[in-house]
């Protein structure tokens, strides 16, 4: 790096601080979406970048790049938002909800919810998968029957984030191993010390507020007449159901998610036009701006009425604009800089694993970005794992933890914002109930400093 180029640790840590007070300001005293707050530390940051000696070139091309690496999980984004359209016409969603309804418990939706995707998420590996299949169904029928459905999210998302934290399938578990030079199957072992306590407790937690919750009765009394409502408009059969069937077994093999999903959009096309009588036409209408029933019921219709690409435009909107500032952060070298300073302050296991942790969650702010959350602590933590004689396993365990199992709790970040805007849910009011998501967390900073067996 050009020397009148430099950004000096302290430097970095002021720009940081700096861009947290404007985004927490704007997010918890002003109350505003965050996609202005973003865009406003870009503002500053090419600012503070053009006084440190850096050129407009320079600084555009590093906010180019960051985009680029945010096209991949835009074009997911873009295509789960169809595919719940496509779900929602071919009756696949409306199926799954009315068996819900039918057979499940209102008092036990919440452990039905964490249960059936952590088992679906294992099979498939995929948080995002789980949560726009089953998830939107689950969702729905917690509405149904009046629960919070911050609560639902929060059963939902810890669930479904068990699998991506803890399947071999899955492709974060299968990078933070790969990153660390740990092998799979040692790394998953090792994981299973902060997994099982954090889902215990999990479990505990979304059986005691089940059973405790304030079930809207008069809910559970209009659940038949919603169950009609649906039947009226969409065929519910088990016929619906094979286009998400293919959907997780294509998973379960590792194709590719974007060749999945594209398969689960064209047999749900086919499901539509055969089962329900949509036109070509109207599937297409559907597939950009989701379904439009005409539902005099306000709650099925909030139910039924989803998807599309439209739908999913303030998620890409807000990725967009959080990849462009996490290129920026990288071409300015102040994420570099903030872990360089951090690892030479570091002598002892503990503070290790912490620091490890909180590196995670910082690039996790910065850049909403999980995969880079683990990439670059990964590749800067690993020599100093070696120089304390702690075993690489706990690096991997601790990029998972801080870094898959907190990028849904950002608003901006590619999990936090797909989550949310799928469910329904801002980040901000599902966060306190992803029990899972930092109790994991708390577990492996716990581990690091209080006991001898980390």
Not at 120 to 126: D, K, M, N, Q, R
Not at 225 to 243: A, D, P, Q, R
Not at 320 to 345: C, N, S
Request: charged share 10%; aromatic share 10%; hydrophobic share 50%.
């Amino acid at each position: 790096m050009n020397r009148t180029k430099q950004i000096h640790f302290t430097e970095a840590l002021v720009i940081l601080a700096l861009i947290l007070g404007m985004i927490f300001t704007s997010l918890f005293v002003w109350k505003a979406e965050p996609h202005v707050a973003l865009l406003a530390c870009i503002l500053v940051v090419s600012f503070i970048g053009i006084m440190k000696g850096f050129s407009w070139k320079e600084l555009e091309a590093s906010l180019v790049k960051g985009v680029q690496s945010g096209v991949q999980p835009i074009l997911v984004l873009s295509l789960i938002g169809i595919l719940i359209g496509a779900w929602m016409s071919s009756g696949t969603i409306p199926t799954i909800m009315t068996y819900a309804l039918t057979i499940i418990n209102p008092s036990y939706l919440l452990i039905t919810a964490l249960f059936s995707c952590m088992v679906i998420s294992s099979l498939v590996g995929s948080s995002f998968t789980t949560v726009s299949t089953v998830g939107v169904a689950l969702m729905g029928a917690g509405m149904a029957v009046g629960l919070p459905l911050e609560w639902v999210a929060g059963a939902v998302i810890s669930g479904a984030c068990f699998g991506d934290k803890m399947s071999p399938m899955s492709d974060t578990t299968n990078f933070a191993s790969g990153v660390s030079s740990v092998k799979l199957f040692t790394h998953i072992r090792h994981m299973a010390n902060t997994t099982v306590p954090s889902m215990i407790i999990t479990v505990i937690i979304f059986f005691i507020m089940g059973r405790f919750a304030e079930i809207n009765t008069a809910s559970i009394d209009d659940t038949a007449n919603m169950i009609s409502i649906m039947k009226e408009n969409v065929h519910v059969h088990f016929s619906t159901l094979l286009s998400p069937l293919l959907v997780i077994l294509l998973a379960s093999r590792k194709v590719p998610v974007i060749p999945s999903l594209a398969a689960g959009i064209i047999t749900a096309g086919l499901t539509a036009f055969l089962i329900q009588g949509v036109q070509i036409s109207e599937f297409l209408q559907i597939l950009q701006n989701g379904t439009s029933f005409a539902i005099d019921h306000e709650v099925v219709a909030n139910m039924l009425n989803r998807g599309g690409l439209q739908s999913m435009m303030w998620s890409i909107s807000l990725i967009l604009i959080a990849f462009a500032f996490g290129g920026l952060l990288e071409g300015l070298h102040i994420i570099q800089v903030l872990l360089k300073g951090f690892i030479e302050r570091i002598h002892h296991k503990g503070s290790l694993i912490a620091s490890t942790a909180a590196s995670s969650i910082g690039v996790n702010l910065l850049t909403g970005e999980q995969y880079l959350s683990i990439l670059i602590p990964g590749q800067s933590f690993k020599e100093l794992y070696d120089k304390l004689h702690l075993d690489r396993k706990y690096l991997s365990r601790t990029l998972e933890d801080g870094g898959t199992l907190i990028n849904p709790l950002i608003p901006w970040g590619v999990s936090g914002a797909f989550f949310a805007q799928t469910l329904g849910v801002s980040v901000l009011e599902f966060l306190p109930f992803a029990f899972f998501l930092y109790l994991s967390l708390l577990f492996t900073i716990g581990y690091g400093f209080f006991t001898k067996r980390v």
